[in-house]
């Protein structure tokens, strides 16, 4: 079963405009809600994170949105640069082991 | 200030074989937590470590183990090696297993 859903395999956006990357979950235990980049033949950096007491944290051109009774998190990126051309994972915090469960991925293409 | 380092970074095995992968973390985390990922998913959580014991698991067969040592650094190894484990194996670490966890770059770990 899968416990994460990021449904866009891939975004194109243009550079200056706004890119929004989606997550759902099925889990309502879950209480800390992380996005996470990742550049080829790298490891994931941490981006932003939110916990379940919130619904928006802003970091910079990086918001992330939760959504709790839609069981939906986003992530906004504005305004999009082509250095942010990468895939980027939904990450939730499992439980007492602080386990991450990881989406499958969304591969944003910032085009010059 | 070093991040976490995993050594080897490539490695070529032929199924039945055992390997053993390293992780140094952060200096001052104590929390050692290894993931797997294969092509097109997310990371899968293997297992994590706290103080030299293990404090999560994952869904793996018991050829997976682990240990971490008193400075913190911490092996994974795989016995019976099969085509299925060929995957990137990354070490994440954090203060006491809490969020974010901050990851290496992984090893690429090759099935022949």
């Known amino acids: 079963d899968q416990q994460v859903k990021q449904n866009s395999p891939s975004l194109s956006v243009q550079e200056g405009r706004i890119s929004i990357l989606n997550c759902d979950y099925t889990n309502s235990m879950f209480d800390y809600f992380l996005w996470y980049k990742k550049y080829p033949a790298e490891g994931p950096t941490f981006l932003i994170s939110i916990s379940s007491i919130k619904d928006k944290n802003e970091d910079g051109r990086f918001t992330v949105f939760l959504n709790k009774s839609a069981k939906h998190l986003s992530l906004h990126i504005v305004p999009s640069q082509p250095g942010d051309s990468a895939v980027y994972f939904c990450?939730?915090?499992?439980?007492?082991?602080?386990?991450?469960?990881f989406g499958t991925g969304t591969l944003l293409a910032v085009q010059p | 200030d070093a991040g976490v380092t995993q050594s080897p970074t490539h490695l070529i095995k032929t199924r039945g074989q055992q390997v053993t992968l390293r992780c140094s973390p952060i200096s001052g985390h104590k929390s050692v937590s290894w993931y797997q990922q294969v092509l097109g998913q997310g990371p899968q959580f293997i297992f994590q470590?706290?103080?030299?014991?293990?404090?999560g698991r994952g869904n793996f067969p018991d050829r997976f183990s682990a240990r971490q040592f008193p400075n913190y650094s911490s092996e994974l190894n795989v016995n019976a090696l099969l085509l299925g484990d060929s995957a990137l194996y990354l070490c994440?670490?954090?203060?006491?297993?809490?969020?974010?966890?901050?990851f290496g770059d992984g090893t690429r770990l090759s099935i022949l």
């Open positions: 470590y706290y103080e030299k014991e293990e404090r």
């Open positions: 990450a939730f915090n499992g439980g007492a082991t602080n386990k991450l469960i």
């Open positions: 994440a670490s954090s203060l006491t297993g809490d969020q974010p966890q901050h």
